[in-house]
């Protein structure tokens, strides 16, 4: 079985087992509350049949002869032991005691008796359980030489046989129902679990059955709305891949390309040297060879860095650019002093910190410096500029050289480009490399004019909050 089959079964047993022993309990508590019920069904039904007998026997009490007298209704009583289908107790006695009929070992009622208002309780007669029903009235009139309000208390008591076997019929029944609508609903649950996970056995065989190159995106047709996100998601992941595997293609292609007239000018200036026998013109076939080589390590390390630059995760901290420019800075004034370039620095107002990674920032302000450096004529001046906004901080790198036709700026950036009017060797990647920094910190690289649309301005825009890479 692979890893997705199994991904795939471990959410269904995952659901189940937490599904099914909730439908477990749920129907635990049901049989329990229906062992209740019928319970107290059972109970109600037969305590009416107990008040009714000892209505009975109350109507056949009087004392009118000034004694307590009894008729007791036999039949009745018979009647009820058929009904109850067990063995049945009474006791009719005054409240005092004085007078004690039937059963006098009867158990007492648990409670004090309300007059005319029956009472029910479970008890242990002669070892046997006993349901008991106690009444009490006042007697009117009362037995001879009592004061007004005597009470007499009517107990009859049945066995339980009867009761039990008809709850435990009620809730066998009631078990065997609930049982098997659990059966049906753990079935149904099983059931749509497995339905449910249809679509995603489906996502898992589509992407298993595409090519290593297959990139394109999953269609969300049938894809239940919670699982939605997660393919919106593998969709933003392969097309993050797709672009990266297309701009590795794309570089790979550029490099190769670049490469190839370098390499093929130094072949050819090797063989010229090989073949000049004149020390002083084989010197100068050396000295270009010097020089092509230099402008290709060049140019192979700024496609080194690009690479990086492109493929490297963004350490990002927080970073005092007005230091990290500063420094930077610094470190070009002895080239600047060489090229009789006057290179400058006008801090902001106020410190200026971003979220950034401060070796790729290093690295881009050195791209902008090198190519201002580079296309400013000696005499000229250079100018790192610090400016920031509310939402925004922007580094500038302002020259007063030949500039960039406005027509070209909009590809300023892209690989490889050259603008019309350069006039000294480079890779086209200096840009390339400040944007892509740029971009991957939520930023943009911005191209215009110098001062008194002289020049060439590249300003690289930091945004003022933390970012991811």
Known sequence: MNLNALHTLSLRRTLLLVLVPGLLLVGGAEVWLTWRTAVDAANAAYDRSLLGAIKAMDANISTASGGLGVELPYRLLEFFELTANGRVYYRVATEDGLVDIGNADLPPPPRVLVSESPQYSDATYYDEPVRVGSY????????????????????????????????????????????????????????????????????????EARSALDLTPI???????????????????????????????????????????????????????????????????????????????????????????????????????????????????LAARELNIDLGFEPDAETLRVVADAALLQEALSNLLHNALNYTPRGGRVTVKLTHSECEGVISVIDNGPGLPMQERAHAADRFFRGSNASLQGTGLGLAIVRSIAERHGGELRLDSGANDQGFAASIVLPRRPTAG
């Open 136 to 207: 009490a009235r006042v007697l009117d009139p009362p037995l001879a030489g009592q004061a007004a309000g005597q009470r007499v208390i009517i107990q009859i008591a049945e066995t339980l046989e009867s009761r039990q076997a008809f709850t435990r019929a009620l809730v066998l029944e009631s078990v065997a129902r609930d049982l098997l609508l659990l059966v049906v609903a753990i079935g149904l649950m099983t059931g749509a679990v497995g339905w449910a996970l249809r679509p995603l056995t489906r996502l898992r065989n589509e992407v």
């Open 219 to 333: 269609l969300p047709m049938g894809i239940p709305a919670d699982v939605l996100p997660l393919v919106e998601a593998i969709n933003h992941h392969v097309e993050r891949s797709r672009q990266q595997t297309q701009a590795r293609q794309r570089f790979v292609e550029d490099a190769s390309h670049q490469l190839r007239t370098p390499l093929a000018t130094l072949t050819t200036q090797v063989g010229f040297a090989l073949r000049e026998p004149d020390p002083t013109k084989q010197r100068e076939a050396l000295l270009a060879i010097k020089t092509q080589l230099e402008e290709t390590v060049r140019q192979t390390n700024q496609m080194l860095a690009l690479a990086r630059v492109d493929s490297a995760a963004l350490k990002a901290d927080t970073v005092d650019v007005s230091e990290l420019v500063e420094k930077t800075t610094r470190k070009w004034w």
